[in-house]
């Protein structure tokens, strides 16, 4: 009965961090203990106990990655080893915007509340989980912008002629450029020509050639061997030479129809 008792009342586990910048303590007097004092008081005043103290002394908020003690604090909130973070000020987290956002969308993935003392920002109660909705909406936002961002870039690196994916055979890429390999080259062009100018099957082929069916049928359709780049559906001419000519290539794509 006694066990069963202290089941339901155990309380919840609470993480705090504190951050505290060399340059802060000089300007502003920012005390990593007072922070962590004020921390721990109002945790438990809502019924958290403290799993573990946090303490980034004299880090920058630029770059979460180069604090240690945030990093195994968010690698624990993911093994759910607490169910709330609290923190002083949502600059003592951070300082970047798109990483505040991206961090505390991931919190909440995780199911891990937020609060922010100074800023009185906490996602427990109803408000605070319309809170978390909204800086989802804004993560959700940013990640948009870099998948275009990523996009744009590498449609106008295939219309430079640049190229994107793995070398295919025939080809090596050497410090991200695409190079004529001269003994697959040649390996390629036998293929080619024996395909178009022979009675022998696709199967018979890709067995000679130690490759699969659809590996011999993507081969013989990659238009790179005729120097040309490929993404999102749109050709371009690109920047390496091709392997095989445009008569050639002709000949086996009609073959291949028939």
Do not use: C
């Not at 891990?112 to 605070?128: H, N, P, V």
Request: hydrophobic share 35%.
């Amino acid at each position: 009965m006694n066990k069963q008792t202290s089941i339901q009342t155990a309380k919840p586990l609470a993480a705090i961090y504190v951050r505290v910048s060399t340059q802060d303590q000089v300007q502003h007097g920012f005390s990593l203990d007072a922070q962590q004092d004020s921390l721990i008081n109002y945790a438990k005043a809502l019924g958290y106990e403290i799993f573990k103290i946090y303490r980034d002394e004299g880090k920058s908020a630029k770059d979460i990655k180069h604090r240690p003690e945030m990093v195994q604090m968010l690698k624990d909130a993911e093994e759910k080893k607490f169910s709330a973070i609290f923190i002083y000020k949502l600059d003592r987290f951070s300082r970047s915007l798109k990483d505040l956002i991206l961090t505390i969308d991931q919190l909440k993935s995780w199911d891990i509340d937020f609060i922010s003392l100074q800023d009185k920002i906490e996602t427990a109660s109803a408000s605070g989980k319309l809170m978390f909705h909204i800086i989802s909406a804004f993560a959700e936002f940013e990640r948009n912008i870099i998948g275009d961002r990523t996009k744009f870039g590498m449609e106008r690196k295939a219309k430079e002629g640049g190229f994107i994916t793995r070398a295919p055979k025939g080809y090596k890429l050497l410090n991200k450029e695409l190079l004529v390999d001269e003994q697959q080259a040649e390996e390629v062009k036998q293929i080619f020509k024996e395909f178009a100018e022979t009675n022998i099957s696709l199967t018979q082929l890709a067995k000679k050639y130690n490759l699969t069916t659809p590996g011999i049928i993507k081969l013989l359709k990659n238009t790179t061997y005729l120097g040309k780049v490929k993404f999102s559906n749109q050709e371009n001419s690109g920047t390496h030479s091709a392997i095989i000519d445009e008569e050639l290539f002709g000949k086996v794509q009609e073959k291949i129809k028939k």
